[in-house]
Every structure is written in structure tokens, then in C-alpha cells.
């Protein structure tokens, strides 16, 4: 039972566009979520996180975006960069010390 | 710099044996973490401790098994019984419990362990 879903496995972009990654989970108690950049061989880093309470959040070149009603999370990265090529998985919790994670997408940013 | 520091990053085991993976941290958080990952499968939880002296099964804990005597560290252990346990093994820690919002998960960069 997959609660947290990313579909599209990859994802390719032009240097300078916009990178927007989804992600949709099942679990209508979910409260709390976040984004995660993993480069090869290396331990996956926080980029950004939502609670449920809002809408969007911004960082700099990263915004998240949560719509609670279509149980739809995403991620935009704009302007996108060559070093942002990575995978990025969403993950949720519920309030508990559990993250459930999605399988991941794996962006390439084209020069 | 605070961190999470995992060792060997690359480990060699034969069939049967038992292995201890390390995960030692410096950032004085509370919780620990282990998490699995295999290709095209996001992040499994296989343990996880919320203090010292206390540790609960995750979603995948058969054939694991860890211990958290100190703060610090919180080793896991592959046992023989772990039916594939051929895997990237990626420890974390919070400072409190995730349901609080500034308390995201930290991450080492991780052990590839290879069972032949």
C-alpha cells in the first residue's frame, strides 16, 4: 500500500525553466510534509517542508505548494540549475516518528 | 561540524554472517533513525529510537536488529535471518519527534552493503 506516490520517475528540464515535481499521498491524516534532494552514494538532504496549515512555502528557488482537498503535493524550483540534478523524493508524516517516503524522481537539468 | 557519520561506506559480507553497520551523531538529537533503500523503492524505516535505551520496529525490522546505549550512536545489525539484505542502509536523527514542524530528518551518507 503505497500512501505516498511520485509517478513520474524522471523528469528532464532546460537550465533556466522551471522544475515542478509531484507528488499525491492517500493518507488524509497526514500533517506534515517535505522535500529531499539525494545526489549518488550520498545521504538524501532537507530541502524544504509544509504543514498542513498552509498552502505554499517559500525558499529562495524552492517553493512547495500542498492542496489538502486533492491530496496533491509539488515542488518548484525555478530557475533551475545543472547542480539541482538529483532525485527528489516527498515525504509525510502524521504526526507520529514514522516518514513515509515516496519511490523518488530523478531530475536532470540540461545545460 | 555537527553530523551524522556512517562507516564503511562500502561493505562486503558473505551469506550467513552477521554485520554491524555504525551511526554516530554529534548534533545532540533524540531520535535515530535506520532506513533502507532499494532501486526504485523510496525510503523504508527498519527501526527507529526516540531515546536512549528505547528503540521501536519500523515498517521492515525482521531480520535487524539495533541497540541505543548512548545518545550518540545507534548501530544496526543484519542478521543472517534478513532474507535480502543486499541494500543502501541510511541512518538519521531528529531533535524531537517529526510530527513537530522543526523537526526534520537529518541524514548520514549512508552504508552500501553487499551480501554474496
Known amino acids: 500500500d503505497q500512501q505516498v506516490k511520485q509517478n513520474s520517475p524522471s523528469l528532464s528540464v532546460q537550465e533556466g525553466r522551471i522544475s515542478i515535481l509531484n507528488c499525491d499521498y492517500t493518507?488524509?491524516?497526514?500533517?506534515?510534509f517535505l522535500w529531499y534532494k539525494k545526489y549518488p552514494a550520498e545521504g538524501p538532504t532537507f530541502l524544504i517542508s509544509?504543514?498542513?496549515?498552509?498552502d505554499k512555502n517559500e525558499d529562495g528557488r524552492f517553493t512547495v505548494f500542498l492542496n489538502k482537498s486533492a491530496k496533491h503535493l509539488s515542488l518548484h524550483i525555478v530557475p533551475s540549475q545543472p547542480g539541482d540534478s538529483a532525485v527528489y523524493f516527498c515525504?509525510?508524516?502524521?504526526?507520529?516518528?514514522?516518514?513515509?517516503f515516496g519511490t523518488g524522481t530523478r531530475l536532470k537539468v540540461l545545460a | 561540524d555537527g553530523g551524522i557519520t556512517q562507516s564503511p561506506k562500502y561493505l562486503f559480507r558473505k551469506e550467513g554472517q552477521n554485520v554491524t553497520l555504525s551511526c554516530e551523531q554529534n548534533?545532540?538529537?533524540?531520535?535515530m533513525y535506520w532506513y533502507r533503500q532499494d532501486p526504485g523503492q523510496g525510503l523504508r524505516l527498519i527501526y527507529y529510537?526516540?531515546?536512549?535505551?528505547?528503540?521501536q520496529k519500523g515498517d521492515i525490522a525482521e531480520g535487524y536488529s539495533v541497540s541505543r546505549e548512548k545518545k550518540e550512536s545507534f548501530p544496526l545489525t543484519v542478521t543472517s535471518a534478513q532474507k535480502n539484505p543486499t541494500a543502501f542502509y541510511l541512518c538519521?536523527?531528529?531533535?524531537?519527534?517529526?510530527?513537530?514542524?522543526?523537526?526534520?530528518?537529518?541524514f548520514g551518507n549512508g552504508t552500501r552493503l553487499t551480501v554474496t
Open positions: 538519521a536523527s531528529s531533535r524531537g519527534p517529526i510530527g513537530s514542524y522543526n523537526s526534520p530528518l537529518h
Open positions: 493518507n488524509s491524516m497526514f500533517d506534515y
Open positions: 509544509i504543514s498542513s496549515i498552509k
Open positions: 515525504a509525510a508524516s502524521s504526526g507520529t516518528y514514522k516518514y513515509i
Open positions: 548534533l545532540n538529537h533524540d531520535a
Open positions: 529510537s526516540q531515546i536512549v535505551n528505547d528503540f
